[in-house]
Antibody, heavy 120, light 112 residues
Framework: QLQLEESGPGLLKPSETLSLTCAVS??????????WGWIRQPPEKGLEWIGT???????YYNPSLQSRVAISRDTSKNQFSLRLNSVTAADTAVYYC????????????WGQGTLVSVSS | DVVMTQSPLSLPVTLGQPASISCRSS???????????LTWFQQRPGQSPRRLIY???NRDSGVPDRFSGSGSGTDFTLKISRVEAEDVGVYYC?????????FGGGTKVEIK
């Protein structure tokens, strides 16, 4: 059964770097046609796509975050990671990792989400 | 970026009655392969989003058949034929056709 679990610090100060990891079980993250993404949700607000790392290892980011974000993977640990530099209070959100198979970015498996708060 | 506009923002519904949510995109969601990558998610209170419908009208395994999706081009609809208490939550549409993925603002379904 495919499962995803986010982990990382829950509290950051402004200007610090957000680093989260998504541990995957049930499928290899390098398996053909599985793609892996990060989505966030500020408190009481809607969903925002951050970026995706494709099974090939290629990445694509939301242009609104592109200058600050990087998604990478560690196939030996079957996990992928998110880095977001220079955080501000506006980056406070629940961060989800998710996956989909094939085309269309229709994420069908999600992690439980992890709340990251940015405060001085 | 493609803007996804959902309406209504809030949808109070009587148990057993139908509900309908609209999602409109600022550009066509027909991809070059002929498919339309419009997805509906349900987010129950305190839970992660759950995919209900993909490619406009394909219901996911385990999703009750009272949920249905329809539409084409830029205009899409999610319908619940008879709302049950477990359907309370926020519903989001999302387009995966254009490279920058975008979500609608969400529609909150609540029981009257």
């Amino acid at each position: 059964q495919l499962q995803l679990e986010e982990s990382g610090p829950g509290l950051l100060k402004p200007s610090e770097t957000l680093s989260l990891t998504c541990a995957v079980s049930g499928v290899s993250i390098s398996r053909t046609s599985y793609h892996w993404g990060w989505i966030r949700q500020p408190p009481e607000k809607g969903l925002e796509w951050i970026g995706t790392i494709y099974y090939s290892g290629d990445t694509y980011y939301n242009p609104s975050l592109q200058s600050r974000v990087a998604i990478s993977r560690d196939t030996s640990k079957n996990q992928f990671s998110l880095r977001l530099n220079s955080v501000t209070a506006a980056d406070t959100a629940v961060y989800y990792c998710a996956t989909y198979y094939g085309s269309g970015s229709a994420f069908d498996h999600w992690g439980q989400g992890t709340l990251v708060s940015v405060s001085s | 970026d493609v803007v996804m506009t959902q309406s209504p923002l809030s949808l109070p519904v009587t148990l057993g009655q139908p509900a309908s949510i609209s999602c409109r995109s600022s550009q066509s969601l027909v991809y070059s392969d002929g498919n339309t990558y419009l997805t509906w998610f349900q987010q129950r209170p305190g839970q992660s989003p759950r995919r209900l419908i993909y490619q406009v009208s394909n219901r996911d395994s385990g999703v009750p058949d009272r949920f249905s999706g329809s539409g084409s081009g830029t205009d899409f609809t999610l319908k619940i034929s008879r709302v049950e208490a477990e359907d309370v939550g926020v519903y989001y549409c999302m387009q995966g056709t254009h490279r920058t993925l975008t979500f609608g603002g969400g529609t909150k379904v609540e029981i009257k």
